[in-house]
């Protein structure tokens, strides 16, 4: 029987399926073609915006990360508060100028801005490599930003000019007209602004974790990110900067860059024994074959050194007296005193480990809370810091706050000696930090703090009253003799190391009489255990001239830390050659 033959039903008119048959049908397909070529613009036209503020970000992030790693390659020359005090003037001059020239860079250029970028930041390691030379004579006060106005300036003015370049082609048409010229502008450094606060931090905490993520390399790594971005035959004329990054840049934490510098270093009685970069600077060991001592450096200042030529028999013997007569904390005489193998020790902040080792030799089981753990391995394999005690690698503010409950009364010594070149960290010396440590104190304990500090400025006085305003009782002395008022005068400076020991209790410090087993076999303790420049609460203004410092209030004290850490930066140019902190 054969198949009946299918025919197919008549279908209507489609879009693109044959010609129209009536005018409706022409009308529908006019509508979908004219939809069709709408949606194909309204998708070129965003992703042409995405680009062009995807870009504009790129730029201004990278160029907010530089700035960053800019300061922190001027801190081992200069500290890190020299380096900052007008670092922002200078990001904010090189910004405006950069927004405002823009049209005047393109006209004045035979080519691209953005094709010179990268061109600049691949010869900044180089012009800082030479003018970290000069800085004894330029000085903690200007030094930083004449270095930075040869270096950093530029990359931001070209990289700002970019930006702006690149922002003109965006489409501002939805903004009303009064916003349109100025938003780009203000979103920029908002941008900028948030990614320069939000990297450093980050920047901070992980310096020095591998070695691409260490000063000179994360400016060679962005440099070449800004390459990347701004190909071009001008490349070829940074070909100097690489080749004296490869070969001559000592900074770099290569093996070859530092035998390099240790070939410099010798020829000046010196030697690099190691060297890296954490969270708190750049550190290094340092020995001087001239005078026979071994030094740790942190950026632009000195966490202790102990005298090689003397010999170790017990303990080192220390090159400051401050770290001994910190051990004077065994002296100091307390109803029911604890013998040293059942006594319980806190030390914040380790330097070279001088005052814990030898507390931990004592026999007294000591806690170590650093929060530099490449100081802490610089103390163990170069200082000889004992290995049998508890470290804890943290920032002792967190680390308090959470145990505080838990080692409530428990600790018969407590050693608060931070760094404090010029930096305080200000908020180990509030009152609300100090409470903690005194609950954590046993009722018959010893604190004693280290603060280095100006006496002819106000912080050292609002730090002795905080911690009189905690500690009922309290002595107070200073490393050295103080200076005479002429020479105060002259120096325009009286810094110095100061010690104090404070009680729980109202009783009277006093210090018993040494005996030979305190000695350590040690001269320089047999010299310095005991501390002998008292200071008078005289020689400090009162509470109610300068007030005690409160958490709420740590401005009080950072207001002061720039002409603090300029002295402190003076003072340490007489302890080292300017040659050996500018090779770094």
Not at 264 to 287: A, C, F
Not at 489 to 499: A, L, P, R, S, Y
Request: aromatic share 10%.
């Amino acid at each position: 029987m054969a198949s009946k033959r299918q025919v197919p039903k008549k279908r209507g008119p489609q879009a693109g399926q044959g010609p129209p048959e009536t005018k409706e049908d022409f009308e529908k397909e006019l509508k979908i073609l004219a939809g069709q070529a709408k949606n194909e613009t309204s998708s070129r036209w965003a992703t042409q915006q995405v680009a062009i503020y995807g870009r504009a970000a790129a730029l201004i992030v990278l160029t907010a990360v530089y700035a960053n790693v800019s300061v922190l390659t001027l801190s081992p020359v200069y500290g890190q508060i020299p380096a900052n005090r007008l670092h922002p003037y200078v990001v904010w001059t090189a910004l405006f100028a950069g927004w405002a020239g823009n049209v005047a860079l393109r006209g004045v250029l035979p080519f691209k801005p953005i094709h010179i970028l990268p061109l600049i930041a691949l010869i900044i390691p180089m012009f800082q490599f030479y003018l970290f030379a000069f800085s004894g004579l330029l000085g903690p006060h200007y030094g930083p930003a004449v270095t930075e106005v040869v270096t950093l300036f530029p990359l931001v003015v070209v990289s700002t000019s970019c930006v702006a370049d690149i922002l003109d082609e965006a489409d501002l048409s939805v903004l009303p007209s009064s916003l349109s010229s100025s938003a780009p502008g203000l979103v920029s450094y908002m941008v900028f602004r948030y990614s320069e606060t939000t990297f450093l931090k980050q920047l901070v905490e992980q310096v020095g974790t591998s070695l691409m993520q260490t000063r000179m390399a994360l400016e060679l790594v962005l440099a070449a990110t800004f390459s990347m971005m701004g190909r071009s035959q001008l490349l070829r004329y940074a070909v100097p900067g690489i080749l004296h990054a490869a070969f001559y840049n000592t900074h770099l934490m290569t093996e070859s860059a530092t035998t390099s510098l240790n070939s410099t270093l010798h020829s000046q009685g010196w030697s690099l024994v190691d060297r890296w970069e954490s969270n708190t600077g750049y550190l290094s060991v340092l020995d001087s074959h001239e005078n026979g001592y071994r030094l740790l450096r942190c950026d632009h200042s000195l966490l202790g050194g102990e005298w090689t030529k003397l010999g170790r028999n017990i303990v080192a013997e220390p090159v400051y007296s401050v770290f001994t007569q910190l051990e004077a904390i065994r002296l100091v005489q307390v109803p029911e005193r604890v013998p040293d193998a059942e006594a319980h020790a806190l030390n914040i902040g380790l330097g070279i480990g001088t005052t814990p080792s030898a507390l931990i030799y004592h026999g007294i089981n000591t806690t170590i809370v650093e929060i530099d753990p490449v100081v802490h391995k610089f103390a163990t394999k170069y200082f000889g810091l004992p290995p049998n005690h508890t470290a804890v690698i943290e920032d002792v503010l967190a680390w308090s706050q959470s145990n505080a409950e838990a080692l409530h009364e428990h600790y018969d010594y407590i050693v608060h000696d931070v760094f404090t070149g010029g930096a305080e960290p200000v908020d180990l010396f509030t009152d609300a930090f100090l409470r903690r440590l005194e609950q954590m104190l046993k009722p018959s304990g010893v604190i004693v703090m280290n603060y280095a500090g100006d006496f002819t400025l106000p912080p050292i006085s609002i730090v002795i009253n905080t911690i009189r305003d905690i500690f009922p009782s309290c002595r107070i002395f200073r490393e050295n003799e103080a200076p005479s008022k002429d020479k105060v005068e002259k120096d325009g400076h009286d810094f110095d190391n100061v010690m104090i020991f404070c009680v729980k209790t109202n009783d009277k410090i006093t210090f018993r009489a040494p005996v030979e087993a305190d000695y350590l076999q040690s001269i320089s303790r047999r010299h310095f255990l005991v501390p002998q420049h008292e200071v008078s609460l005289s020689a400090f203004s009162t509470r109610d001239e300068v007030g005690i410092l409160r958490a709420n209030e740590t401005d009080k004290l950072a207001m002061w830390h720039t002409q603090s850490a300029i002295r402190h930066w003076e003072v340490m140019r007489t302890v080292i050659p300017n040659e050996i902190w500018n090779q770094w």
